[in-house]
């Protein structure tokens, strides 16, 4: 292409999310945020990478939205509303204008949904994979960053949503075959495919949380991070642990799924505790969002990993989390 | 590796360039940022990709340098002091610990010179590529940062430190041959695989510039660029750009380099445009931080890309920019 065809392709395809004067319509260099005063700002960079994180024929839409969701998801766990987000593109060669058209296209229905604009960014080649980097801006009240450090004895356990229909999604990608109706399945291929984050509670998750993160890489191995962070440890009712009908389904089919359910990842749910006096009104306040909320088990003093317990008896994981390494 | 590899590799590489109560010792899943009161951040990501940014078998410590560095110019070109960053790695399967301790030894020293902590980020597997996504936080004054549209016409255009090297040390790690003595081979071998940020003409630039930028796709093509956002062109001398004596040597040897040297990218020099009254101010200010600016041109009323005018004559550039697409 022209020497202009990288400016070409930011004004065609990006100019139009960058709906925020912080970002000059993407014509400078940087943005320059104005932060609300007295407010921190929330910052966080997630990448994801094709053959990794996404099948390479997944919809470039779709892509999109989970680049900047999976962002979007550790924001609202940690309380923050989002401002903006930058976006680092490096594309193989393959990739023309239709990918990126597709691309930009889920990415707007996103900066809508979210409201959480374009500030810049840069798109350059690459010689393998497709990679996605978001690096997104939320803010909250000073100090008031909802962290993994923070569970108290006593607090009750809430995880937002349903948990594990996207690690049975994955599998069904990878060639994995339950008994499920066309409903069902769509149900977890979606899941994997595009997260749902739950922006909407962020003011309940500040207003109420001791302790937040989001579940990323697994129900198990993420809650055992923030307990360990907190210095505390805790039991988790399974037979609580919210899951679709799809999910379900399978695990009736397959109990052995109970694994992959707690420990496989890609759910990008909110895992909040909560102290016993606040439970009501997280509840309420969660309601009020739209978010459906479910309490599965409570902090206890000490130290160790948190027990999971299926009709009495503890769940022993091969691999409690997904980890890249 | 184990489930608690990526961790593992956080804690032992990572966490000691968190030197920031922001990042929360990298414990958290995302940083909170308390802007100075009045300030704007100044935001920008950009991204290195290996066999693209970078050769494979680079030093990592130096690839760490750059994908940080690249950032950096930015952020003094804008006129803002560096916050911190976050970091998005992805990692062939062939990346060991031999590569992620040179790697983070090298960031670690640039977080020191540039007092810029790292804030977050994420390390995920590439099944391609080494690809280092850099989202850089710089703050400055609300209102402050200088822009490209900012130029006007008799502002004076001036660069920092000398433009071309990296573009001619590129050239050499491809097999270009030159009458070059191995001091001046080194000097454009390392100024492509080391950028020299700035950094330290943030506050010069704040307050005596007009217009900037910095060089990174060639001083031809990014100087057009500022001058077509201000709505002005301009007047190059090509005798007074700045020029190492390797680059000197090179040319000398052999003068269509010229090209190369004025379009060929990599120099990560910042560009400025100030008035005649502050010139004198700016040309003080900038010795004070140690920084080189040479005074190249002048800024015109009218439209156009701007002249770089050789002994009276005006230069024609094959490919006027370094472009990705």
């Known amino acids: 292409m022209t020497c202009s065809g990288e400016d070409r392709l930011i004004a065609r395809y990006f100019r139009p999310l960058a709906k925020h004067p912080a970002a000059f319509g993407l014509m400078d260099d940087a943005a320059a945020l104005t932060p609300p005063p007295g407010y921190d700002l929330v910052l966080k960079a997630d990448a994801v990478v094709g053959g990794v994180h996404f099948f390479p024929d997944d919809p470039p839409g779709a892509v999109a939205r989970k680049a900047l969701r999976v962002n979007l998801s550790d924001l609202a766990a940690k309380g923050a509303a989002p401002q903006g987000f930058l976006l680092s593109l490096a594309l193989p060669d393959g990739v023309g204008e239709d990918w990126l058209a597709a691309f930009s296209a889920g990415l707007a229905a996103d900066v809508d949904e979210f409201a959480c604009p374009l500030l810049g960014g840069?798109?350059?080649?690459?010689?393998?994979?497709?990679?996605?980097?978001v690096a997104a801006v939320g803010a909250l009240p000073h100090g008031t960053m909802v962290r993994r450090d923070g569970a108290q004895p006593g607090d009750r356990v809430f995880v937002t949503g349903t948990i594990?229909?996207?690690?049975?999604?994955?599998?069904?990608?990878q060639g994995a075959r339950w008994p499920l109706d066309a409903r069902q399945r769509d149900h977890l291929l979606n899941r994997y495919l595009l997260p749902r984050p739950r922006v909407a509670l962020h003011d309940a998750i500040r207003a109420h949380a001791s302790g937040g993160m989001d579940v990323s890489d697994g129900l198990a191995g993420d809650f055992a991070k923030l307990c360990r962070a907190s210095g505390v440890t805790a039991l988790i009712d399974v037979a609580r642990v919210p899951l679709s009908e799809a999910a379900r389904a399978a695990l009736d089919a397959e109990p052995s799924l109970m694994e992959p359910i707690l420990t496989g990842g890609d759910d990008y749910e909110v895992l909040a505790t909560v102290s016993d006096a606040k439970?009501?009104?997280?509840?309420?306040?969660?309601?009020?969002?739209?978010?459906?909320?479910?309490?599965?088990?409570?902090?206890?003093?000490?130290?160790?990993?948190?027990?999971f317990l299926l009709h009495g008896a503890p769940l022993k994981f091969a691999r409690p989390a997904f980890s890249h390494f």
Do not use: C, K, N, Q
């Open 279 to 307: 439970r009501d009104a997280f509840r309420h306040a969660a309601a009020a969002a739209g978010v459906a909320v479910t309490e599965i088990g409570t902090v206890l003093a000490g130290e160790g990993t948190p027990r």
């Open 122 to 133: 840069d798109t350059v080649r690459s010689p393998g994979a497709a990679m996605i980097s």
């Open 164 to 173: 594990g229909d996207a690690a049975l999604g994955l599998r069904l990608r």
